[in-house]
């Protein structure tokens, strides 16, 4: 018996124990198909039936395969009235395989609520990794990973985008967002004015495909790159945002809100004044609450 084979009858017989069959959770191409593992390949060939969130894109990613298989539509829209189809097909025996429009199942895309239940009721649920779009961009863009907030997409609306960022302004972690290419110009703008000009950002674009392409510098130099470029508004993108500088951030070391001392001295006083007060009171670089003060007034007057 090969490993391969050994590795299928111990999770297949852990499953059927309880008459059950298994559903795994397979990460498939962001882009490059050579990018689909040999489990995966697998796993998918091997399947009872392949549930998927765009069972056409699925439906071309077996078809590159040489693989004919039954195929069951779950996305976001459907998901929970899925679910009872789902465990039935497990509990009668048959072996599922989950899968996304591409990447990692579960990272920004369906399948949270079929994987609780599943595991709710007992059974075995088995990850096939592989590429994911966000592990990805980190891995490229050269910015701390010791530490990373994921937070998927921004919001659509700008005041609920701003108040998303707003909340992340102080976090240390680097930051990781997806969106899409009609926002991307906005959502830069949007970081603009919350981060600051000079937070360092790295926007993936296009990742493992052939346009794939890297943004990298200040927030203000990656914007402008991108509005120079008629190509740089397609494609999927990550954004890659490093985190707060402890000293630069938007609260002092002793827990005080300077934002808030920044408004109230600007509603009386010119920024480059407030800008030097409140550097002497928290002992804070004096050019960051500088950029800060102008964003908070840019954002203000909106």
Same mark, same amino acid.
């Given at each position: 018996?090969?490993?391969?084979?050994?590795?299928?009858?111990?999770?297949?017989?852990?499953?059927?124990? *309880?008459?059950?069959?298994?559903?795994?959770?397979?990460?498939?191409?962001?882009?490059?198909?050579?990018?689909?593992?040999?489990?995966?390949?697998?796993?998918?060939?091997?399947?009872?039936?392949?549930?998927?969130?765009?069972?056409?894109?699925?439906?071309?990613?077996?078809?590159?395969?040489?693989?004919?298989?039954?195929?069951?539509? !779950?996305?976001?829209?459907?998901?929970?009235?899925?679910?009872?189809?789902?465990?039935?097909?497990?509990?009668?025996?048959?072996?599922? *395989?989950?899968?996304?429009?591409?990447?990692?199942?579960?990272?920004?895309?369906?399948?949270?609520?079929?994987?609780? =239940?599943?595991?709710?009721?007992?059974?075995?649920?088995?990850?096939?990794?592989?590429?994911?779009?966000?592990?990805?961009?980190?891995?490229?863009?050269?910015?701390?990973?010791?530490?990373?907030?994921?937070?998927?997409?921004?919001? *659509?609306?700008?005041?609920?985008?701003?108040?998303?960022?707003?909340?992340?302004?102080?976090?240390?972690?680097?930051?990781?967002?997806?969106?899409?290419?009609?926002?991307?110009?906005?959502?830069?703008?949007?970081?603009?004015?919350?981060?600051?000009?000079?937070?360092?950002?790295?926007?993936?674009?296009?990742?493992?495909?052939?346009?794939?392409?890297?943004?990298?510098?200040?927030?203000?130099?990656?914007?402008?790159?991108?509005?120079?470029?008629?190509?740089?508004?397609?494609?999927?993108?990550?954004?890659?945002?490093?985190?707060?500088?402890?000293?630069?951030?938007?609260?002092?070391?002793?827990?005080?809100?300077?934002?808030?001392?920044?408004?109230? !001295?600007?509603?009386? !006083?010119?920024?480059?004044?407030?800008?030097?007060?409140?550097?002497?009171?928290?002992?804070? *670089?004096?050019?960051?609450?500088?950029?800060?003060?102008?964003?908070?007034?840019?954002?203000?007057? =909106?």
């Amino acid at each position: 018996m090969s490993e391969h084979d050994h590795e299928q009858s111990a999770v297949t017989g852990a499953a059927t124990a *309880a008459g059950a069959g298994t559903l795994y959770i397979v990460a498939t191409p962001i882009g490059n198909l050579d990018d689909l593992s040999a489990r995966a390949g697998r796993i998918l060939a091997a399947a009872d039936l392949v549930v998927a969130e765009d069972t056409r894109r699925t439906g071309q990613l077996l078809q590159h395969l040489g693989v004919r298989k039954s195929m069951l539509a !779950l996305h976001d829209h459907n998901e929970r009235d899925r679910v009872p189809r789902v465990l039935a097909e497990l509990r009668a025996g048959r072996n599922l *395989a989950l899968v996304s429009d591409a990447g990692t199942p579960l990272i920004s895309d369906p399948g949270y609520v079929v994987v609780r =239940e599943a595991r709710a009721a007992g059974i075995a649920v088995v990850p096939v990794p592989g590429p994911c779009a966000l592990v990805a961009a980190l891995s490229a863009a050269g910015l701390p990973t010791d530490r990373f907030l994921f937070a998927g997409f921004l919001p *659509a609306k700008r005041a609920g985008r701003r108040a998303e960022l707003e909340s992340l302004r102080r976090e240390a972690a680097t930051l990781v967002f997806y969106e899409s290419p009609h926002r991307i110009l906005e959502t830069l703008d949007d970081i603009l004015s919350v981060m600051g000009e000079t937070r360092e950002l790295v926007v993936a674009r296009e990742l493992t495909k052939t346009f794939e392409t890297f943004y990298a510098g200040p927030v203000a130099q990656v914007r402008a790159c991108l509005a120079g470029d008629p190509n740089a508004t397609r494609g999927e993108f990550v954004l890659v945002l490093r985190g707060a500088d402890p000293e630069s951030a938007g609260a002092g070391a002793d827990g005080l809100d300077v934002d808030r001392m920044l408004r109230l !001295l600007m509603a009386e !006083l010119p920024v480059k004044t407030v800008a030097k007060i409140v550097a002497e009171a928290t002992g804070l *670089a004096k050019n960051a609450l500088y950029q800060r003060a102008l964003a908070l007034k840019g954002a203000e007057s =909106e």
